[in-house]
């Protein structure tokens, strides 16, 4: 076996831990409850104990390079410091610190999207593209640049917040402060939001049933029914990729990225939105070239256009819920390549 590190997800619902080698082969995984409501120490304790039995299995056969952590929310990096996180709430908390403390070993900090963003670019959708972008589109819309194989943070760790990408000026309230935020259109909370206002219009009876059957309303449901073909379903997943569509342009025009991935449970309805991403592409990117590799639900969907000869590829992520998790194992090897 060769040398591997940890790699952390540190979910609201579960704590997901993975030992990964150098190689990328994913070796083994566990999943834990995340006991929030029994506290941060607690949390942090369950993940270090389960850390410490990986460790203990494998550490006569490979060296531990390390331990990558991906974590919504803002992070310090430098300081190691959790300043607001939803899966560990309170004050500032130094979650570095804290799992060193117990473990006696390095730990790298990321944010959550990052870290996706990364283990796509090593492994997934965005392999050999040093330069790229990706979006979750999960309960809310996430993000992450990656430039020359490095995640380029900005200048207060910000940097990638496409989610707050102002669509519609006058649009929907965020939470963030703002109107009109992608994430307002294309988050699986939007999803729900905007099949709901489809009931309320009158016109929606497959998404009326729906809801009053007793089932979950999730943004599954909706598209389960927009696949069925469901007209008011399908209107729902078409305004998502309208919103996603005008965010993208705007990317592209600004910062001319061979690889754009889109991952995250929302992304699960590619074919119910793609077509209009890549319509709204057309029509507002300057620069946009061509689309999607080959992809039984993308071929054929993308537009050319004669304004570039680089191309531009929009396209899903290839690691599922396991991008974060080769990204956070992948930092303690970069941290190590880039001493």
Same mark, same amino acid.
């Given at each position: 076996?060769?040398?591997?590190?940890?790699?952390?997800?540190?979910?609201?619902?579960?704590?997901?831990?993975?030992?990964?080698?150098?190689?990328?082969?994913?070796?083994?995984?566990?999943?834990?409850?995340?006991?929030?409501?029994?506290?941060?120490?607690?949390? $942090?304790?369950?993940?270090?104990?389960?850390?410490?039995?990986?460790?203990?299995?494998?550490?006569?056969?490979?060296?531990?390079?390390?331990?990558?952590?991906?974590?919504?929310? $803002?992070?310090?990096?430098?300081?190691?410091?959790?300043?607001?996180?939803?899966?560990?709430?309170?004050?500032?908390?130094?979650?570095?610190?804290?799992?060193?403390?117990?473990?006696?070993?390095?730990?790298?900090?990321?944010?959550?999207?990052?870290?996706?963003?990364?283990?796509?670019?090593?492994?997934?959708?965005?392999?050999n593209f040093p330069d790229m972008a990706?979006?979750?589109?999960?309960?809310?819309?996430?993000?992450?640049?990656?430039?020359?194989?490095?995640?380029?943070?900005?200048?207060?760790?910000?940097?990638?917040?496409?989610?707050?990408?102002?669509?519609?000026?006058?649009?929907?309230?965020?939470?963030?402060?703002?109107?009109?935020?992608?994430?307002?259109?294309?988050?699986? #909370?939007?999803?729900?939001?905007?099949?709901?206002?489809? $009931?309320?219009?009158?016109?929606?009876?497959?998404?009326?049933?729906?809801?009053?059957?007793?089932?979950?309303?999730?943004?599954?449901?909706?598209?389960?029914?927009?696949?069925?073909?469901?007209?008011?379903?399908?209107?729902?997943?078409?305004?998502?990729?309208?919103?996603?569509?005008?965010?993208?342009?705007?990317?592209?025009?600004?910062?001319?990225?061979?690889?754009?991935? $889109?991952?995250?449970?929302?992304?699960?309805?590619?074919?119910?939105?793609?077509?209009?991403?890549?319509?709204?592409?057309?029509?507002?990117?300057?620069?946009?070239?061509?689309?999607?590799?080959?992809?039984?639900?993308?071929?054929?969907?993308?537009?050319?256009?004669?304004?570039?000869?680089?191309? #531009?590829?929009?396209?899903?992520?290839?690691?599922?819920?396991?991008?974060?998790?080769?990204?956070?194992?992948?930092?303690?090897?970069?941290a190590r390549t880039?001493?």
């Amino acid at each position: 076996m060769n040398n591997f590190s940890i790699g952390v997800d540190l979910g609201g619902t579960n704590l997901r831990i993975a030992v990964v080698d150098e190689e990328g082969h994913l070796v083994e995984k566990v999943t834990l409850e995340t006991k929030v409501s029994l506290g941060r120490d607690h949390v $942090i304790n369950d993940m270090c104990g389960a850390i410490q039995r990986l460790t203990e299995k494998y550490k006569n056969s490979a060296a531990l390079l390390g331990i990558g952590v991906g974590v919504p929310g $803002i992070t310090d990096l430098q300081a190691g410091y959790l300043r607001d996180s939803p899966n560990l709430p309170g004050p500032d908390y130094p979650v570095r610190a804290e799992i060193e403390r117990r473990l006696k070993t390095t730990v790298v900090l990321e944010n959550d999207a990052n870290a996706a963003a990364l283990g796509e670019q090593w492994l997934g959708a965005a392999k050999n593209f040093p330069d790229m972008a990706m979006l979750t589109l999960g309960t809310g819309v996430g993000g992450a640049l990656v430039l020359g194989g490095q995640i380029f943070h900005g200048m207060t760790g910000m940097a990638g917040e496409f989610g707050h990408t102002t669509i519609e000026p006058e649009g929907n309230p965020c939470g963030c402060g703002n109107r009109g935020c992608l994430e307002q259109y294309a988050s699986a #909370t939007a999803v729900v939001r905007m099949a709901k206002e489809e $009931i309320a219009g009158g016109q929606a009876l497959a998404l009326a049933s729906a809801a009053q059957s007793g089932a979950e309303f999730n943004a599954e449901l909706v598209y389960n029914l927009a696949i069925q073909g469901d007209e008011a379903a399908r209107r729902v997943f078409r305004r998502v990729g309208r919103a996603l569509g005008i965010a993208l342009a705007t990317l592209v025009n600004s910062l001319n990225l061979p690889m754009h991935v $889109i991952g995250g449970g929302v992304s699960s309805a590619w074919d119910a939105f793609s077509p209009v991403i890549f319509e709204e592409l057309r029509q507002r990117s300057m620069v946009y070239a061509a689309t999607a590799p080959p992809d039984p639900l993308s071929a054929g969907q993308g537009v050319s256009a004669s304004r570039s000869c680089r191309k #531009t590829i929009v396209t899903r992520a290839q690691l599922g819920s396991d991008a974060g998790l080769y990204g956070a194992a992948r930092l303690p090897m970069m941290a190590r390549t880039n001493r």
